[in-house]
């Protein structure tokens, strides 16, 4: 079974710009969580989307959003970039049914993405 | 205070020690305990998942959960040199759709 697959892989970007990341997860998995990894901060939790809505958000700005596709892919933006964007953006995959709260999170490679 | 503590280390250790890696948590709404590993420049995998308090074995690694302390312990036994990652603690409260990491220890084993 192919894992969480995410483009692009690297990414650099100038401030004020805004980007579009891709995430395509495990077949038959319906949930998708996105986080944000720093080395300050660590991972911090975006949002997740299950069948096209978007069930829980983190404490991020408007700036960051995302949305979910028929097939489950998704994708999340970042607006108006700045250099504290700066990160590697991973995105998890889970069956996310009823009661997924236990489920188990795949995580894919991540997308780097670097503002200048 | 953070939710989740993590000592962020580095650790190193020699061949075959056994490794304690730990977390603690201030949220008592967290009823699942997770240990992720994560090599350089992949994304994290899961190594163990438990619910509530208790061990959980599973090869060279076990996991314990004190929920009275808010305390969480990863162990590898005969540690190895693939073992060397950054290893993250996550935790999730029943109902949520979301992770709450540790910052992580990097863990190297030295041959």
């Known amino acids: 079974k192919a894992g969480v697959t995410q483009t692009p892989r690297y990414l650099i970007k100038t401030r004020g710009q805004q980007v579009t990341l891709s995430c395509s997860p495990i077949?038959?998995?319906?949930?998708v969580s996105w986080y944000q990894q720093t080395p300050g901060q660590g991972l911090q939790f975006l949002f997740e989307?299950?069948?096209?809505?978007?069930?829980n958000k983190g404490n991020f700005p408007g700036r960051f959003s995302g949305r979910q596709f028929s097939n489950s892919r998704s994708e999340m933006n970042v607006s108006t970039l700045e250099l504290g964007d700066s990160a590697l953006y991973l995105c998890?995959?889970?069956?996310?049914?009823?009661?997924?709260?236990?489920?188990?999170?795949?995580f894919g490679p991540g997308t780097r993405l670097t503002v200048l | 205070q953070k939710e989740v503590e993590q000592d962020p280390g580095p650790l190193s250790v020699p061949e075959g020690a056994i490794v304690s890696l730990n977390c603690t948590y201030s949220?008592?709404?967290?009823?699942?305990f997770m240990w992720y590993r994560q090599y350089s420049r992949k994304g994290p995998e899961l190594l163990m998942y438990?619910?509530?308090?208790g061990n959980k074995e599973d090869g060279r690694f076990t996991a314990q959960v004190d929920k009275s302390s808010k305390y969480i312990s990863l162990f590898i036994r005969d540690s190895q040199p693939s073992d060397s990652a950054t290893y993250l603690c996550a935790m999730s409260g029943a109902g949520s759709y979301q992770l709450t990491f540790g910052k992580g220890t990097k863990l190297s084993v030295i041959p």
């Open positions: 077949s038959g998995h319906r949930s």
């Open positions: 438990t619910y509530s308090s």
């Open positions: 998890a995959s889970s069956p996310g049914g009823r009661g997924s709260w236990t489920d188990t999170q795949y």
């Open positions: 949220n008592s709404a967290f009823q699942y």
């Open positions: 989307y299950f069948s096209e809505t978007q069930r």
